[in-house]
C-alpha cells in the first residue's frame, strides 16, 4: 500500500512562514502529480499547488507568489514553504499524490489512482 505521512502544521502568526512536509511510503516505483490542497472550516476542499515528476508547478491564485513547492523524487517527498501567510490560510492541509506504482508482498505492480493524507492543521493567527 502506499500512504502519505505530513508533518509541519501549526500555529503561526500573520505575516509569518511555515513548511508543510509529506512523505509517501511503501514499495513505490512511480510517482505522479504530487500537490496539497486545503479545506477551511465550512469549506470545500481546494487546491493549493501541484508539482509534476518533472517539477512543472502549478499554483491556485491565492497562494501566487507567497508559497514553493518542491519535491525530492528520490526521497518521495513533497514540501509547501508558506510565506507572509494571512488568517484567510487557515485550514487543514491535505498532501495528495496521483498514480503511484507500488508493489504488493508478492511483488505484483500495482497503481493507485489517487492517495490523500490524513491532514496537517495551519492556523494563522491575525
Known amino acids: 500500500q502506499v500512504q502519505l505521512v505530513e508533518s509541519g502544521g501549526g500555529l503561526v502568526q500573520a505575516g509569518g512562514s511555515l513548511r508543510l512536509s509529506c512523505a509517501a511510503t511503501?514499495?513505490?516505483?512511480?510517482?505522479?502529480?504530487m500537490g496539497w490542497y486545503r479545506q477551511a472550516p465550512g469549506k470545500e476542499r481546494e487546491l493549493v499547488a501541484t508539482?509534476?515528476?518533472?517539477?512543472?508547478?502549478n499554483y491556485a491564485d491565492p497562494v501566487k507568489g507567497r508559497f514553493t513547492i518542491t519535491r525530492d523524487n528520490a526521497k518521495k517527498t513533497v514540501d509547501l514553504e508558506m510565506d507572509s501567510l494571512k488568517s484567510g490560510d487557515t485550514a487543514v492541509y491535505y498532501c495528495?499524490?496521483?498514480?503511484?506504482?507500488?508493489?504488493?508482498?508478492?511483488?505484483?505492480?500495482?497503481?493507485?489512482?489517487?492517495?490523500w493524507g490524513q491532514g496537517t492543521l495551519v492556523t494563522v493567527s491575525s
Open positions: 508539482i509534476s515528476s518533472d517539477s512543472k508547478t
Open positions: 511503501g514499495w513505490i516505483f512511480s510517482l505522479g502529480v
Open positions: 495528495n499524490l496521483r498514480d503511484a506504482g507500488y508493489y504488493l508482498p508478492d511483488q505484483t505492480p500495482e497503481w493507485r489512482r489517487e492517495v
